[in-house]
């Protein structure tokens, strides 16, 4: 079957992947000059399999008078008068119950836990070039009660497949030293052996690299895709700005960029654009920073090792459709490594960075079949779609041909 993917993120990339060694033939179209070059690009670079609990949780309800008047906040909210906004806000609020957090947490899981299998399969036979590794990742909590709320959740999640365990304060220091100038704050830890990082990026060019040279796939860049042509309950024709394209069937899967085109067939995806910040600095041999996947819990900063650089990722703008680098943010979060890696020592100052998240109210990505017969959709993850993609792929492609997946049909449906 011909297959037309729209998006060359990792999402799509890995949606292309997947439907290619099935024997589609199967082409890209984005609108951006190279693969991975928006929300893929400088992301936190973690793979967070275990840790996939959704923004919308119920303490979110008491937080909300900070993050709509502290500047300093790790999640900001601006007020606009932006129409989507609100409806995703509305949606939000309503999916900021324990019960809908604790399904989707676990659905989350079981797509996370998944995409952790395949992304290894992949890795052991393409053997791809991105600074992956699988030191497991680190949670550091400088408060007690903070501590104890993740104790609990451990609890919840061990039965759910997660492999987990709690450090005292002198085991997070001897299992990731460069935390010692930080050492009088800490009070404990949760570590995950099984987490992995890597550069989403330089995936993205190898898995362009591979399916242009070894599994056939065509890729259209420059080619902004604005619509579709519909006929009798299908798409007919993907629109673009370089002539019309014709396949089988198509895929959407271009982030933020989702919501329009499906919106514009009737359909809501409730996808928003969550602000998000990056800086990637160079080590030199006095570098002291972390070996491990960090994160700091106080903060809500993520820390990665990739090489001789370290990607320091965090933040949250709501409202802020934007990637206009934001002094003010930026500056708080530079303040916040300097504070917690004091000998940081980085050989130059950092790239500086900020992408949009394509998010949906209650985290849940959209995987699967539209309203038009041969329409589909992979889209929504959020901050998690380096960490989903694998499986995401897997799902939609067994969704395509009809068959039983890992995930149940009834989840991630539009």
């Not at 993120?9 to 000059?33: F, N, P, Q």
């Not at 928006?38 to 937080?63: M, R």
């Not at 999640?75 to 957090?101: E, G, I, K, Y």
């Amino acid at each position: 079957m011909k297959v037309l993917v729209i998006g060359s993120g990792i999402v799509g990339l890995s949606t292309a992947y997947a439907l290619a060694r099935e024997g589609h033939d199967v082409s890209v179209v984005d609108g951006a000059a190279a693969p991975g070059s928006a929300t893929s690009f400088a992301n936190g670079a973690q793979l967070s399999y275990n840790f996939v609990a959704p923004l919308a949780d119920p303490e979110v309800l008491g937080k909300l008078p900070q993050w709509l008047t502290s500047a300093d906040s790790p999640l900001r909210l601006m007020l606009t008068l932006d129409p989507a906004l609100v409806r995703w806000s509305l949606h939000f609020l309503q999916a900021c119950r324990r019960s809908v957090a604790l399904q989707t947490t676990q659905e989350l899981l079981l797509l996370g836990l998944h995409s952790r299998l395949l992304m290894h399969e992949m890795q052991e036979r393409e053997a791809f070039d991105f600074d992956f590794e699988s030191k497991g990742k680190l949670l550091v909590y400088q408060n007690e009660q903070a501590l104890a709320g993740a104790r609990a959740q451990m609890g919840k999640q061990a039965g759910l497949g997660c492999e987990q365990r709690e450090l005292s304060a002198a085991q997070c220091l001897t299992l990731e030293p460069a935390l010692e100038d930080i050492s009088a704050r800490v009070v404990g830890g949760v570590f995950t052996p099984s987490e992995d990082s890597g550069d989403c990026h330089a995936l993205c060019m190898e898995l362009h690299r591979a399916l242009s040279t070894r599994y056939g796939v065509g890729f259209h860049f420059n080619t902004a895709v604005e619509g579709f042509r519909t006929e009798a309950g299908r798409i007919a024709a993907a629109l673009t700005s370089e002539g019309d394209l014709q396949a089988d069937a198509y895929v959407v899967a271009n982030g933020t960029g989702a919501q329009k085109l499906l919106s514009d067939l009737g359909m809501n995806p409730l996808i928003y654009p969550l602000k998000g910040y990056s800086l990637t600095y160079t080590l030199t041999p006095q570098s002291r920073a972390p070996q491990l996947s960090v994160s700091d819990v106080h903060n809500k900063v993520v820390y990665a090792r990739l090489g001789n650089r370290l990607r320091v990722a965090g933040m949250v703008d709501i409202g802020d459709r934007s990637t206009i680098l934001v002094p003010q943010r930026l500056s708080l979060l530079k303040s916040q490594v300097q504070d917690y890696l004091p000998r940081l020592n980085a050989a130059e100052p950092p790239l500086e960075w900020a992408g949009l998240r394509p998010a949906r109210p209650d985290s849940k990505p959209l995987i699967g079949k539209t309203r038009l017969r041969n329409l589909w959709i992979n889209g929504g993850h959020g901050a998690l779609g380096f960490t989903l993609a694998a499986a995401s792929a897997a799902v939609l492609v067994d969704r395509i041909a009809g068959r039983q997946s890992a995930v149940p049909p009834a989840m991630f449906q539009l």
